[in-house]
């Protein structure tokens, strides 16, 4: 699909007075911060609908961010970069930095400075807690992938943290629903206006895992998923098993922009483990160094992988042609392990 034009250096116009309002209510509640401080003064900016962040602010914090993410890859220490992710992005990075620091505790011999370049933003307008972005970028990793990264913050005092991290191919995303100044629209979590709400697609996409059918259409992330797990839960004197959960509360809330023909593309994550169970005489694959890295116990008769997935999904407008939803992409990381 064609690439919507970008918000890159500039913010958008201000052609109409009520977008002046808001940019003065802006300027308002910043001021305000500062003396509430005093106790001064109290407002309720959070009330006001409002553009999540400039695109100038956002080029920041995805700068910010790409400077921890290479201090902390570099040293394979977590702390470097703990400060700018939160959510999914935090829990597989900081697992992978573990992996990497207890193998190697010099610091990490291959690495690589990741460069993200021609970065586009989506900037949805909306009341309250938390602010939000999305950014589209060109990555110097992961083949032809786009990296898109969703930002959050939840106050003005805090930075902005990344939080979904996902890899797209070029050209995979849809066009979105912007007014005449460039906000996008973030899509309320509880909508009855499409064929998933955003608050029900983690518990349903694990449902699917389990049971296969509703709401999804055949892909990578889900046929082709359940059809890799049934070939490989029983082989030879070893068994695998799966348990699928949903993960939607504090930093792991979903997220989701209004796309142009009514749907929206949600941002969501699940929690997965896979157990697997040696019969007698028989032993459990050698796991890798970093699985060895981070598992606690010995592995005698079996090992459970525990997993955080962050995924990014189409979901089409209710009563749709079609009207299922489709997984653009999913990044899982292992998290911890047990050996017994």
Request: glycine fraction near 8%; hydrophobic fraction near 40%.
């Amino acid at each position: 699909m064609s690439r919507e034009r970008s918000l890159r250096t500039e913010a958008p116009s201000r052609r109409r007075p009520r977008r002046r309002d808001r940019y003065a209510l802006t300027a308002a509640s910043l001021t305000a911060v500062s003396l509430l401080a005093s106790g001064c003064v109290v407002v309720h900016g959070e009330r006001e609908v409002l553009p999540g962040a400039t695109a100038k602010e956002a080029a920041r914090a995805v700068d910010r961010f790409t400077s921890a993410y290479n201090e902390a890859d570099a040293a394979y220490d977590a702390s470097l970069d703990a400060e700018y992710t939160t959510g999914a992005l935090r829990a597989i990075d900081a697992a992978r930095l573990k992996a990497g620091r207890a193998n190697h505790p010099d610091g990490n011999p291959e690495h690589k400075p990741l460069v993200l370049s021609d970065v586009s933003y989506t900037i949805p307008e909306k009341a309250g807690w938390p602010r939000w972005f999305v950014a589209d970028a060109k990555g110097n990793k992961g083949g032809d992938a786009r990296w898109l990264l969703v930002f959050t913050r939840d106050a003005l005092s805090q930075p902005w943290r990344a939080t979904y991290l996902t890899l797209v191919a070029p050209g995979s995303l849809p066009k979105f629903e912007k007014d005449e100044d460039g906000w996008a629209q973030a899509v309320p979590a509880d909508t009855s206006r499409l064929a998933l709400a955003p608050e029900d697609l983690s518990q349903d996409y694990t449902e699917y895992l389990r049971t296969g059918g509703g709401a999804f259409a055949d892909g990578a992330y889900t046929s082709a998923l359940r059809a890799t797990r049934a070939k490989n839960a029983s082989r030879p004197g070893l068994a695998t098993q799966y348990i699928d959960e949903q993960l939607t509360e504090g930093d792991y809330a979903p997220l989701a922009l209004r796309t142009a023909d009514g749907g929206a593309l949600v941002f969501f994550t699940t929690h997965h483990y896979v157990k697997q169970t040696a019969a007698t005489g028989a032993a459990v694959p050698t796991p890798n160094q970093n699985v060895r890295a981070l598992t606690t116990g010995e592995i005698k008769q079996s090992l459970t992988m525990e997993f955080v997935a962050n995924e990014v999904a189409l979901a089409p407008a209710k009563g749709s042609a079609g009207g299922k939803v489709s997984l653009l992409s999913r990044l899982e990381g292992l998290t911890t392990a047990k050996g017994e």
